[in-house]
């Protein structure tokens, strides 16, 4: 029996995961081709784990789970095989596509720093967004521009702007479920919950918008076989940063914000027909 069924089981797998915690991503992600979708929903299924430890795993021994994770993640990589599906597809998608292990150990270390930490000055905080999200961004790059160095390197730089605005649009949207459930802040220098206020709020949309500016010229470049995606989860994220930011940081520990299903089925037809008819940008 060859290998392959269980190299596509695992990738189905984390397929799974990606369509079980986010409906906005793997709605984008159906417009890749079959190669990018297995690869990109194994770096997702990966980073959702490993999220999930510090996260929700609250009456269990989350440094030794994480421990644990990377341990087995880096002997999957060098073994190029894991008896753990998610590792394994993974495992995959790192040695197929050369995704550097520094980006893998800087988004195990921003997973540590949750364990030990609620809030994080300016340092920290940077330091904190680069491991969590902008290193995923360029995980996800090394993907999209398969074999073209040159590409990434142009791209780096917007990779890591969108995937910090991803992450920062959350913080805000999620003030209310951070702070009641994990009791963090994801506001640099917010130490409590006074200093959650407008003047805050504000500074980091303007950081937010900045990242977003710089991350369209990036996807401007990205190759056809991604970009509908990528264009398609940046202004749906867009979006809910406009709704972010007309509201009140009282407003925030009310309702969640979000953007109808619906409204993000539309984005992404719009783009494939606008894609093939040569109409982006």
């Known amino acids: 029996m060859s290998i392959k069924i269980y190299n596509d089981t695992s990738f ?10 986010s409906t906005s991503f793997s709605l984008a992600i159906r417009s890749f081709s079959r190669e ?48 753990n599906p998610v590792l394994h597809s993974f495992q995959m998608t790192v040695n197929n596509y050369e995704i550097p292990l520094h980006y893998i150990h800087s988004f195990l270390e921003s997973m540590e720093m949750d364990i030990y930490n609620n809030c994080y000055d ?50 805000l949207r999620d003030i209310k479920n951070d702070l009641k459930e994990r009791k963090r802040i994801y506001l640099p220098d917010a130490e409590n919950t006074a200093s959650i206020n407008s003047a805050n709020k504000q500074k980091l949309e303007k950081e937010i918008e900045k990242e977003f500016a710089a991350a369209l010229k990036g996807i401007k470049q990205l190759p056809d076989s991604s970009r509908i995606a990528v264009l398609s989860a940046y202004q749906y994220y867009y979006m809910l940063f406009k709704k972010i930011r007309k509201l009140e940081v009282e407003d925030l520990f009310l309702n969640r914000v979000s953007v109808s299903n619906v409204t993000k089925i539309l984005l992404l037809l719009r783009n494939t027909v606008r894609l093939k008819l040569s109409m982006f940008f």
């Open 122 to 171: 300016r340092e920290n905080y940077d330091r904190y967004v680069y491991g969590s999200a902008e290193v995923v961004g360029l995980m996800c790059l090394r993907v999209f521009c398969y074999g073209d160095d040159k590409l990434f390197e142009e791209l780096k730089e917007p990779a890591k702007a969108l995937g910090s605005a991803f992450q920062k649009v959350n913080f």
């Open 36 to 83: 990018l979708q297995d690869s990109i929903t194994a770096i997702y299924a990966f980073v959702r784990i490993a999220d999930e430890i510090v996260d929700t795993f609250h009456e269990s021994d989350k440094i030794t789970l994480l421990n644990d994770l990377k341990k087995e993640t880096f002997n999957a990589i060098e073994n190029e095989i894991s008896v």
């Open 12 to 21: 189905k797998i984390s397929d799974i995961i990606t369509r079980s915690y």
